[in-house]
């Protein structure tokens, strides 16, 4: 019987796991005299000790040829070698019709046998060893591919960590995108590497000197790889240059990789150059320019919005600051700050998705309307910011108007629905501070605010005499230390009296008005801070405040403020009474505190009650069934005070400080205050006046029929703690109830 011995080729241990498929096959076909198996590229992988190196004509390679063509299982050629010998080879493909090698088969003619068996004949026979061996190149091609991925991998992170080490040392992305291009210049050897991302406005070059090239001499290699890279959708390596001259013909040898955006288009391509004398590109090469790609597309997804192609705030604030670094007194730049008007109604009405459409668009507008060189990002949300370099106010606000018009053009795609598009811009300098970016973006914003002020879709330039925006500027230098007193704290209650203008009648009143306490404990009054609260919506957590601390306090003195000694009045903001669990809150404290109900009086201003009509109703009844009282504030300001007054049931009329002020010398104010008197007689309501600062006042309101004042003439405010460790001495004011008017069990 004829053995089969293995021969050692390269991998001694490797090679004699093939021995018993040797010896299967000559169970199989026992004519057989040797084994031969090549991998896919005719390579010798493993023989027997009988095959001859003769014996391996160019008949592999037929096979290989033939295997391409035939995609039957086992595809296969026959050759007669001699009069004693036949050779049957047989190609073993993968799963995924891959070609793995090829296992040839000599055989011996013997005896009556002139002609070689049949090659279906033959592969029927060993149609088991050749699945077996199919199995075992497979594994070995997994095997392979495997180390060769590992090895690769190994090199891909070591070259990621190189590029890694570098980052903490760049300031920018701009400064990455240069450190991946030298990266590929001092792997590669190459000549010139180029990153070109049209969406982002980046168009970089390196070359081996350390110099960027000329935007000319690179404008039509950008626009052909673009080009071919949009259409090819891969990674294009050109090392055979055109002999022929031609405008398309690359004069240097190639080697391009897509950027892509997170969709998976290509927006981009990493292009390295080498002149027709430099070695090709080859895979390792192309390797690692994918890996730096893929590198560049990671930065770009970190440092620009995903939705609107812009930059996000991070990075714009980065690469603005390194535009700013070296700028000199003569150079002016300028800051636009964009929001878009009313973007929540389409949000609400059309949906989240329609309202992102719009982002989109209107971003797209602005990045089409700035002149090169500006940098544009998305803030937040619907707010986008621009800056434009070297330039000056009027002419940025010729751009800026361009993107308002461009905003105001978009029309809703089909399905929509039918709404218009608009957007306010701010526009300001950039100065010469510590922190000039961030004061500019702050009076942009300022200006913006001002622009919805003014009727929305308009561009408005910071000017530093507009006192709307002087206001707006105030409110921003204040939200941050409000925010930081709500905080720690850091308020104070005062108690204003309100007293009743004739005769010695009725309980004493107190007005609460809250203080913020400064860093070095000094006391800013509400006009400072209010303003700023109630623009960034944070009045109700203000009013909270109030309600708790007054509570908490007067709760402690009950039994010295009880409903026949003293009222507090306490101010409530619109904003509160558009807060659905405000009114559970204030039930809440009143029943916590142990306090007596009828103590406390809540304040709300006409504008506010009107405003909220259905709300404030409900407000009051519930907290009048409760066993509070409710004061108008501000009362005559409003052009419908009286048609409204018929529906709000509450106890008191604050006449507004600005016909007070005026009653003695304009006698419209004064007609004005008499009026009120009598109909909150009628209605068995009662009235106090504002801003009764002098002793001539305090006669003439009295003569008029107002039954309270408030004002410097009445008493200045003070703590409130103080004033409840003084309370027994208001007792004396209350006297003869008796002596109250017709309508006192109002009061």
């Not at 047989?90 to 068996?117: C, D, M, N």
């Not at 040392?169 to 030298?182: C, H, N, R, V």
Request: hydrophobic share 45%.
């Amino acid at each position: 019987m004829l053995e089969i011995k293995s021969t050692a080729i390269e991998s001694p241990a490797a090679d004699a796991s093939f021995d018993p498929y040797g010896r299967l096959l000559r169970m199989l076909m026992p004519s057989l005299r040797g084994v031969v198996v090549h991998d896919g590229f005719s390579n010798l992988v493993w023989a027997s000790d009988e095959w001859d190196s003769a014996d391996e004509p160019d008949f592999i390679k037929d096979v290989i040829a033939n295997a391409l063509s035939d995609a039957a299982e086992f595809a296969g050629v026959v050759r007669i070698l001699d009069a004693d010998r036949a050779v049957y080879s047989f190609a073993l493909r993968g799963e995924h019709i891959e070609l793995l090698g090829v296992v040839s088969l000599i055989t011996r003619l013997s005896g009556k046998q002139s002609e070689a068996r049949p090659l279906q004949t033959v592969r029927l026979l060993v149609q088991p060893a050749l699945e077996c061996l199919r199995r075992e190149l497979t594994l070995r091609s997994k095997l392979g591919s495997r180390e060769r991925d590992l090895d690769v991998r190994e090199r891909d992170l070591n070259l990621m960590l190189e590029i890694s080490s570098h980052q903490s040392a760049a300031a920018s992305d701009t400064d990455e995108f240069g450190l991946i291009m030298k990266t590929a210049l001092e792997r590669m050897g190459c000549a010139l590497a180029a990153l070109w991302v049209p969406d982002k406005n980046i168009a970089l070059s390196l070359t081996r000197s350390g110099q960027p090239m000329s935007p000319e001499s690179l404008h039509r290699a950008q626009h052909h790889l673009m080009v071919w890279m949009q259409l090819q959708q891969r990674t294009i390596v050109v090392n055979h240059i055109s002999k022929v001259p031609s405008d398309v013909a690359a004069p240097y040898k190639i080697l391009a990789c897509p950027v892509r955006h997170p969709s998976e288009r290509v927006m981009g391509v990493l292009a390295l150059f080498n002149p027709p004398s430099a070695p090709d590109f080859d895979m390792h090469q192309t390797r690692i320019a994918e890996v730096l790609a893929k590198r560049a597309t990671s930065i770009i997804q970190a440092q620009y919005d995903s939705s609107t192609g812009l930059m996000t705030r991070q990075a714009f604030e980065r690469q603005a600051s390194a535009l700013l670094a070296p700028s000199t007194s003569a150079e002016t730049h300028i800051i636009l700050y964009l929001d878009i008007d009313r973007l929540h109604v389409i949000n609400e009405t059309f949906g989240m998705h329609v309202g992102d459409d719009v982002i989109v668009s209107v971003a797209e507008g602005m990045a089409k309307s700035l002149p090169a060189g500006a940098l544009s990002a998305r803030i937040s949300g619907d707010r986008l910011a621009a800056l434009i370099p070297n330039s000056n106010m009027e002419a940025a606000a010729i751009v800026a108007e361009k993107i308002r018009a461009a905003a105001a053009a978009i029309l809703p795609r089909a399905g929509q629905g039918s709404f218009q598009v608009s957007a306010c811009i701010g526009v300001a300098p950039i100065g010469r501070s510590d922190h000039p970016l961030a004061h500019a973006l702050a009076t942009a914003e300022i200006a913006c605010k001002a622009a919805k002020d003014r009727g929305r879709n308009r561009v408005e330039m910071f000017q530093d005499s507009d006192q709307s925006i002087i206001r707006r500027h105030t409110d921003i230098l204040v939200i941050g230390k409000l925010r930081d007193a709500l905080d720690n704290d850091s308020f104070r209650l005062d108690a204003q009296p309100i007293l009743p203008l004739r005769g010695n009648y009725g309980r004493p009143r107190f007005e609460l008005l809250i203080r913020m306490l400064g860093d070095r404990g000094e006391i800013i009054p509400p006009g400072k801070f209010l303003s700023a609260a109630e623009r960034y919506q944070l009045m109700p957590t203000v009013d909270r405040w109030v309600v708790h601390r007054a509570c908490g306090l007067l709760g402690k003195h009950s039994a010295s403020v009880g409903e026949d000694i003293a009222r507090f009045a306490i101010n409530l903001s619109g904003q509160s009474l558009q807060d659905e669990s405000f009114l559970e809150f204030v039930i809440n404290e009143i029943k916590a505190s142990g306090l007596p109900p009828a103590v406390l009086c809540f304040e709300l201003t006409e504008t506010a009650t009107i405003g909220n009509l259905v709300k404030a109703q409900n407000f009051i009844r519930s907290l009048q069934d409760l066993g509070c009282q409710f004061a108008l504030d501000d009362f005559g300001t409003g052009v419908s005070s009286l048609a409204y007054l018929k529906d709000l049931s509450v106890n008191y009329l604050k006449i507004d400080g600005s016909f007070v002020r005026d009653a003695i010398t304009n006698s419209r104010s004064e007609s004005m205050i008499k009026a009120i008197a009598q109909l909150a007689k009628v209605m068995c309501m009662e009235t106090i006046a504002e801003y009764v600062e002098t002793d001539v006042l305090r006669a003439r309101m009295a003569d008029l029929g107002v039954d309270y004042g408030q004002g410097f003439a009445m008493g200045k405010a003070q703590p409130l703690e103080d004033l409840l460790r003084e309370l027994a001495i208001y007792e004396a004011t209350v006297s003869d109830w008796a002596a109250a008017p017709e309508c006192a069990d109002k009061v």
